[in-house]
């Protein structure tokens, strides 16, 4: 009997080719729908999106396509472009700035301490400031203090002694110091405004090595600045005594002259009139004059004469007793009149010679 063959019979190899087959369409099947729905980027769509005006995947965002599209961005002004830095200047610090120039130079200050680079503390301008104004209250002779630096060094063309005199003529006397923060043996002084040609270079000179030696006895820039100054204050005090004296003999010494000058001038023509009104009676004035003398002389001498041949009569002295007994010449006592000129009154009183030895 032969058996029915309604369905074949499946091996287990058969099924194994099926569940191959069946694996392999379903991994085709979506890389074959994906490349089929994947978009295709155009040139001109590249180029948008290179510059900003497509934004990728807006479509699916945004429902209405008219939103989709990028608004029209105006351009952004334009930045001026700033200028190229300048290179800062190279700082020499032997040279002056020449901004500074003019106001060390080619104004008259209005304060005793010329700073216009600020080198020092505004505190420590402030006491120097004050101590000069303090100065300049109590002292005939003022001083004004420009500040520089330690290296710097004064342009060609300005010196101090053309600013003292240039500066300062017209006001009274002055002393213009150069002072140089930091290195003082630099420190320079000069004397402007009236009576500074007739001061002593040599004085001048010793003043200002006192003060440089005063200042170098400070560490501190600004302490060597203020003992300088204090110290060329003490000296101009007593510079400025010695030309008070001066001119105080000398002002004697004028009016002395000039009194006399004024009696000589009105003597002079009374003299002169009375010379002429006694000249007739000059012989008499003369030998009245010449008997006068001659008689005074001849009394002189009669008196003299009259002295040295006067003769004293001395009385007999009674000698006093002692004891009950005569004062004996063993004693010791001399009683004699021993001045033959001198008249006896005065030697009146008896002193024994050994009491006078005592």
Known sequence: MIPRMDKPPFTQQTTLVWLVAICFLVALAPQTSLAQALPVWSAEDRAKLSKGELIAGAGLLVDDSAASELPEVAPDPEVPSLPPEEPEPVYDPEVIPEEFL???????????????????????????????????ADSAVDIRLYLFDAEQKIPAGYTLQALAEERYANSNLTAVVFCFLGN?????????GKGADSLDSEEVRKMLEVSILKAMEKSEPAGQVEAFVVQLSIKLYWMERAIAKEQVAQGNTMGVTTEAEKKSQAETPAATGAFTEIKPYLPYIVIGGSGVTVSCVALAAAIFLWRRSRKYHFPVLEIPRRLGADYGAGVGAVIAFHNKQGSPSSQRDQVPDYLTRM
């Open 184 to 192: 003082p043996s630099r420190n320079m002084l000069a004397f402007g």
């Open 102 to 136: 003019s106001a060390y130079f080619s104004a008259t200050p209005k304060t005793y301490l010329i700073d216009p680079q600020q080198l020092l503390s505004r505190q420590e301008a402030m006491d120097r400031e004050g101590f000069l104004e303090y100065h300049a």
